[in-house]
């Protein structure tokens, strides 16, 4: 286990399925301009003043494992005083879950480099870039990874996404997701590819990696270009959600997603806080819950809770069934009741 307790390609929108979360455009995440013919239709929203009443109360804790891999390339931050340590104004939080292919360099070099970038701006284009300078000094640094951070300010929530690590909410029980797996072979992936000049094989991108935005992977020919263009982004996805009655989030790498879906995550680690209240435990528990049904990837995991307070226990309304009988089914009982009185 590893823990280290101290970004968008213009694509298409997040699904503004769920109840709050809106799709945002942060300096500390992205620049501009765009990638040529992609947009993307987007609130612009900046943290609202902290001047509101709620203001979460903030205790996480991860966990990863290198499953059946091996090697470990997974790694993880959980920050609960980030500001703070940084001399900076106002409560803030900051996690990211770092899934590393290709070998471990890019996510050691990022997780080192991108809570510096995250006061600035544009900071995973800049770790991006620096990550390549690294590469280009030191060949045998050549590697890649996906990242998603999460970054707490007041009751704001901003959930920047690179690739197929995910963040899920949960709000009464309920799992909001904040994040949309950036796996190359969703056709809407495809479309932001081909329009970058790239292409799909075997539903990898240019035949190479399962992942549409990905930090690093400067060796792979075709994949980026120096003007930070090109079929593989590095400029994350974003997303706000003002926190009010959410009890915790949940990051993870895809070993956790891929034998999960989002409520399973959420209604195990919510049975496990009411039982024990401890973030760690609850991460332990998942991660050995994903061995058990066979992930075969690196497994890391943190818990983010917001409230001080024991989650609630959830009591579920039970619904009036209303029956009836269809018109053959009243034939068929009237001829039986007919044949009863022969």
């Not at 970058?196 to 399962?210: A, E, I, M, P």
Request: aromatic residues 8%; contains cysteine.
């Amino acid at each position: 286990m590893e823990e280290h307790r101290l970004g968008g390609g213009e694509r298409p929108p997040i699904p503004t399925a769920a109840r709050r979360p809106v799709l945002a455009r942060h300096a500390s995440f992205v620049r501009s301009p765009a990638k040529p013919n992609i947009t993307m239709s987007g609130t612009e929203r900046t943290f609202e003043s902290m001047g509101a009443e709620y203001i979460p109360i903030v205790l996480s804790r991860g966990c990863s494992d290198i499953g059946s891999r091996h090697t470990m390339e997974d790694v993880y931050i959980c920050h609960d005083n980030f500001m703070q340590d940084f001399g900076l104004d106002g409560p803030s939080a900051f996690y990211v879950v770092f899934d590393g292919h290709g070998g471990k360099h890019a996510a050691d070099f990022v997780c080192r480099n991108l809570p510096r970038f995250i006061i600035e701006d544009e900071a995973f284009l800049q770790t991006n870039a620096a990550f390549a300078y690294a590469c280009s000094v030191n060949s045998s640094l050549a590697s890649g990874m996906t990242a998603l951070a999460a970054l707490v300010v007041g009751r704001s929530l901003l959930v920047a996404n690179a690739g197929d690590c995910r963040a899920v909410l949960c709000c009464h029980g309920k799992a909001i997701e904040m994040s949309r797996d950036h796996r190359s072979s969703c056709n809407r992936e495809k479309v932001c590819i081909e329009a970058s000049g790239g292409y799909v094989y075997d539903d990898r991108l240019n035949g190479q990696l399962n992942v549409a935005w990905a930090i690093g992977d400067w060796h792979m020919e075709g994949l980026k270009a120096c003007n930070g263009l090109g079929s593989l982004s590095a400029e994350p996805e974003v997303m706000i959600s003002n926190l009010t009655e959410d009890e915790f989030l949940i990051i993870g790498c895809d070993g956790i997603w891929d034998v999960f879906c989002s409520q399973n995550v959420v209604d195990s680690a919510r049975r496990n806080l009411q039982e024990h209240d401890d973030p760690f435990a609850c991460c332990k528990e998942l991660v050995n819950e994903a061995i058990k049904r066979k992930s075969l990837a690196n497994h890391s995991v943190v818990v983010v809770c917001f409230n001080s307070r024991p989650l609630p226990v959830l009591t579920a309304t039970r619904l009036r069934v209303q029956r009836s009988i269809s018109a053959e089914g009243l034939r068929e009982l009237q001829s039986f009741l007919d044949s009863s009185d022969d």
